[in-house]
């Protein structure tokens, strides 16, 4: 809700039946946020400097309202009038910049913070050992750094200017309250409560079905998301029907939750009005008595039923930010949790990797977090000559691609260790140990940008010609040449432009730009057609004599070419030599090289 349409002094005013995402039980996480304020302190200042003015003229607006009645209706001459209205004037003109000047600079923070607090979380993230990213679902992250940063926004930028400014106001106008006419402001003391606890009684019932509504939208929503985003397989079974009576039914039952607390609300809303409008008429009607009878003035009539409005208003209001507040602590506290995350992956390493060195496993054995049970790698002893081109094979689940993982350190091994030359990896500066290396994975990994941006990924400031010469060795140059604004053309997100050969390409090509001393391919090829395969085996066959190159290939024909090529099984090395010498005295890769040579023939 924005503060203009919250400072409006409403019947609705008095209820809080809005969004909620998860509250915190005490305010103790918003603490945390005073370190991303304080840099903007001089603003600081100036808002709460603003916000005491802006209190402080609308308190004096009372006083406005007596001199108005008194002096300027019912004095005898118009120069009454003229000195009320030109003191109005003075105080509404204050009032009109110190808000001004507060709504700017509270704002401003609030939006300030919000950024500073994505990018922080952002720029933390980005480091996190990818397996963070398995046990934490990334669409709960980005939520967690669009919502909850927006819900700190509003926070600071309106909540906590409101609440400060309500509680001066209703101290401010209770005092004068008082001091105006006793014998009311008790007998308004005592009322407003009594009035005020049904409301907060039926306010909560509100609340609670406004979360139940909120709930079974975004249910509705995520169901459609997956209907969407299967809609070949939806369409292939014919399941249009079931998937409408489904939906429907989802969307029956948000109506369902909705319709029971827009009933509440209209309840809610009606009894407000008529306990507000009930205290209004009681309180003109006995402090008429006491004009008619002259033990006050009209005026001071006025200026009372002014205060006491200012408190009901900044009673509600304050009951509102209240939940606010609550809501923003959870924010605040499930943020600071992702600020505090620290990777795994230690990067305390100082050295520099040396250049040309043997990369060697040395009885390392690693399982994963979430499988400790299970290793994927155990007593892995295997050294690696610089220049070297070595081939893993083995059944699926063998732990090549565990290999891979490991020498990139997304993990650590669990005993033993990887080293490159003397140094064990964890002893290497993460960047330079990374700037050696070029993966290709899989599944390429393409971002939202053109062919240029997506090639030139890992390489700084590379020209249009070496990223065509590198499109050219990945034999992805001509492909390329056809696509509507070449070297420019956009992919879409995760390249959805692209077939899945074409991806592989650009993913080769990235990675012979970034010119590495080591080349991870993992089934590079496997996407490819036989003819792009070829010319592709060519290409690598050129580059991989350069550097040092590991290969995962299913296929025998692509890793035949290879040095080495090291036989695994259940996180072992079985055997490594030449195709010549496995097929001689390995039973496991002659098993291999018999099933292919066979499917291949089917084929
Ligand atoms: P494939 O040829 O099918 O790609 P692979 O030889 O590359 O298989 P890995 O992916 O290294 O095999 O897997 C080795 C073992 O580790 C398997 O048992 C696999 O189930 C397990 N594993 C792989 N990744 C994870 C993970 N992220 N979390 C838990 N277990 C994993």
Redesign the pocket.
């Known amino acids: 809700m924005t503060e203009s349409a919250r400072g409006a002094p409403s019947a609705e005013g008095l209820v809080t039946p809005d969004d909620t995402p998860p509250r915190a039980k005490s305010l103790a996480p918003l603490r945390q946020l005073l370190g991303f304020l304080w840099p903007h302190k001089g603003r600081l200042i100036g808002a709460s400097v603003a916000l005491v003015f802006t209190a402080g003229a609308q308190l004096t607006l009372g006083y406005g309202v007596k001199m108005l009645i008194d002096e300027g209706f019912a004095g005898s001459d118009p120069s009454g009038l003229y000195q009320a209205v030109i003191f109005m004037l003075i105080i509404g003109l204050a009032m009109a910049v110190g808000a001004m000047i507060r709504f700017y600079l509270v704002s401003w923070l609030g939006e300030r913070v919000s950024a500073d607090l994505r990018s922080a979380v952002f720029n933390n993230l980005v480091h996190m050992q990818p397996?963070y990213f398995?046990s934490n679902h990334s669409g709960e992250i980005m939520s967690r750094l669009t919502t909850d940063t927006t819900l700190l926004q509003t926070l600071i930028g309106s909540s906590v200017s409101l609440a400060v400014r309500n509680a001066l106001t209703l101290t401010g106008a209770l005092t004068l309250m008082v001091i105006t006419n006793l014998k009311l402001s008790l007998v308004i003391l005592v009322a407003v409560p009594v009035t005020l606890i049904p409301i907060l009684v039926f306010g909560r019932r509100v609340r609670k079905l406004s979360n139940r509504s909120q709930q079974t939208i975004a249910e509705v929503g995520s169901h459609a998301g997956e209907i969407f985003q299967s809609i070949k397989v939806v369409q292939s079974f014919n399941r249009e029907a079931a998937e409408k009576a489904a939906f429907g039914h989802d969307v029956e039952q948000a109506f369902a939750v909705a319709r029971a607390r827009v009933r509440q609300r209209a309840l809610l809303t009606g009894f407000a009005i008529l306990l507000l409008m009930g205290g209004m008429v009681g309180m003109m009607w006995s402090g008429g008595l006491d004009v008619i009878e002259g033990r006050m003035t009209g005026g001071e009539l006025g200026a009372f039923v002014f205060y006491a409005v200012m408190v009901g208003t900044a009673f509600a209001t304050l009951s509102e930010v209240w939940g606010d507040l609550q809501r923003a602590a959870g924010a605040a506290e499930r943020l600071m949790e992702l600020l505090a995350e620290t990777s795994e992956i230690a990067d305390t390493g100082t050295l520099s990797a040396a250049s040309q060195s043997v990369l060697s496993f040395d009885k390392a054995h690693f399982a994963?977090p979430?499988?400790p049970s299970?290793p994927?790698l155990q007593d892995f002893s295997l050294d690696i000559e610089h220049g070297e081109s070595v081939a893993l094979v083995?059944p699926?689940?063998?732990?090549?691609?565990?290999v891979f993982e490991l020498i990139l350190r997304f993990y650590d091994p669990t005993a033993g260790a990887i080293k490159f030359g003397d140094a064990d990896l964890r002893h290497l500066s993460l960047e330079s140990w990374r700037e050696k290396i070029a993966l290709v994975p899989q599944q390429p990994a393409l971002f939202s940008g053109d062919i240029f941006y997506n090639i030139a990924y890992g390489a700084t400031d590379p020209s249009q010609a070496s990223v065509e010469s590198a499109a050219r060795m990945a034999h992805a140059h001509d492909f390329i040449q056809t696509l509507p604004d070449g070297y420019r053309s956009h992919l879409g997100a995760q390249g959805v432009r692209l077939s899945g050969g074409q991806r592989q390409r650009i993913a080769l090509a990235r990675a012979i730009l970034s010119d590495p001393e080591l080349l991870l391919l993992d089934e590079a090829t496997s996407a490819l057609d036989t003819e792009s395969e070829w010319h592709v085996q060519q290409a690598l066959t050129e580059i991989m004599r350069e550097r040092t190159t590991i290969i995962?290939a299913?296929r025998l024909s692509t890793v035949i070419n290879a040095d080495r090529i090291v036989v695994m099984d259940e996180g072992r090395v079985v055997d490594s030599g030449t195709h010549d010498a496995l097929m001689k005295r390995c039973d496991l890769y002659q098993r291999l090289a018999k099933l292919q040579f066979q499917s291949e023939r089917v084929i």
């Open positions: 397996s398995e994963y979430s499988r299970h994927a083995g699926s689940g063998a732990g090549k691609s565990t995962i299913h």
